[in-house]
């Protein structure tokens, strides 16, 4: 089926432990990008990424990084994770044309670090 | 840098009522998009409703109404007879319009959670 997909779906990690989310999608979308939800915060922007070799920071990106090798994968990593990245993270992509054409989204990640 | 402000944390309405929920921003663009999403405790984003700035006319899908005030940089979303399924948090998200970098990003609210009574 064609979409987003993120793993893993539910992840604990302990304070300085290090991991990589997994996001991919099979509609060939130029623009990726990774949010990350918090209890009254809404989602906020994290990195972003408009094609393969090409990234850029979001209102977030302390404490993450992201590469993007492929069209299809745009992985975010924790080096050392710390309580405070505790959220739900979002992968979403798009095609970058202009128009209101909907984002789709992965089905998030939640992480716990303890 | 652009604002989305929703100032309803949590609302509650009576089946097949109708719920107005707000939302209201700040920009300095003159062409953009505005969003309503709907998150179910699924967790899933859902796309509700779109509307393009630069349209005087209020979008509408089905149910689900916006009010767009493009002056008063208000965007409003109207669910006429609310349904037990429309229970989830609902986020307003604006996205400048063009072909840049800056164009494709979305900008959230807060969200608002929105629970339908029996």
């Known amino acids: 089926n064609a979409g987003v997909t993120q793993t893993p779906k539910f992840q604990v990690l302990k304070t300085g432990q290090s991991m990589t989310l997994q996001c991919a999608q099979d509609?060939?979308?130029?623009?990726m990008s990774w949010y990350r939800q918090d209890p009254g915060m809404g989602l906020r922007l994290i990195h972003y990424?408009?094609?393969?070799?090409?990234?850029d920071q979001g209102e977030v990106p302390n404490g993450y990084n992201v590469s993007r090798s492929t069209t299809e994968d745009f992985p975010l990593r924790l080096l050392s994770a710390a309580p405070s990245q505790t959220s739900v993270y979002f992968c979403?992509?798009?095609?970058?044309?202009?128009?209101?054409?909907?984002?789709?989204f992965g089905s998030g990640t939640r992480l716990t670090v303890v | 840098a652009q604002t989305v402000t929703q100032s309803q944390p949590e609302m509650s309405v009576q089946e097949a009522e109708t719920v107005t929920l707000s939302c209201t921003y700040d920009?300095?663009?003159?062409?953009?998009?505005l969003f309503w999403y709907k998150q179910p405790p699924s967790r899933q984003m859902i796309l509700v409703i779109r509307?393009?700035?630069?349209?005087?006319q209020n979008a509408t899908e089905n149910r689900f109404s916006v009010n767009f005030q493009k002056a008063a940089k208000s965007f409003s979303l109207k669910i006429s007879d609310s349904q037990l399924g429309d229970t989830a948090m609902y986020f307003c998200?604006?996205?400048?319009?063009?072909?840049?970098?800056?164009?494709?990003?979305?900008?959230f609210g807060k969200g608002t959670k929105l629970s339908v009574i029996p």
């Open positions: 920009t300095s663009e003159n062409n953009y998009y």
């Open positions: 509609m060939n979308h130029e623009y």
């Open positions: 509307q393009e700035a630069y349209k005087q």
């Open positions: 979403a992509s798009r095609y970058m044309i202009d128009g209101g054409d909907p984002y789709t």
């Open positions: 990424s408009v094609g393969a070799g090409i990234t």
């Open positions: 998200a604006f996205m400048k319009r063009g072909s840049g970098a800056g164009s494709y990003q979305l900008t």
